[in-house]
Nanobody, 115 residues
């Protein structure tokens, strides 16, 4: 059974940093497509950053240069380093792993950016 557990969210002021973690079990972070998504109330869940099984990394334009996605194979953990946070980054952040043609999601972690 594939399980994903996120952590690292919280309250930050504009310009500060947070690092999100997503620990996976039941499937490899390294050999599957993984990514981070975010969702605000009343809106759809949007893709933020991704790493393919072939190590192709991609970001949405609003986070380019500020967010960095990475993974640690030994810890089977996916990370999202978020720098220079802005109020519009406020959302619940989810990690996703695609394994055997099925998408698995974590429970989400709240990120709030406010002065």
């Amino acid at each position: 059974q594939v399980q994903l557990v996120e952590s690292g969210g919280g309250l930050a002021q504009p310009g500060e940093s947070l690092r999100l973690s997503c620990v996976a079990s039941g499937a490899s972070i390294r050999f599957n497509d993984v990514g981070w998504y975010r969702q605000v109330p009343g809106k759809q869940r949007d893709w933020v950053a991704a790493i393919s099984s072939g190590n192709i990394i991609s970001y949405i334009d609003p986070v380019k240069g500020r967010f960095t996605i990475s993974r640690d194979s030994a810890k089977n953990t996916l990370y999202l380093q978020m720098n220079s946070l802005k109020p519009e980054d406020t959302a619940v952040y989810y990690c996703k792993l695609r394994f055997r043609s099925r998408d698995y999601w974590g429970q989400g972690t709240q990120v709030s950016v406010s002065a």
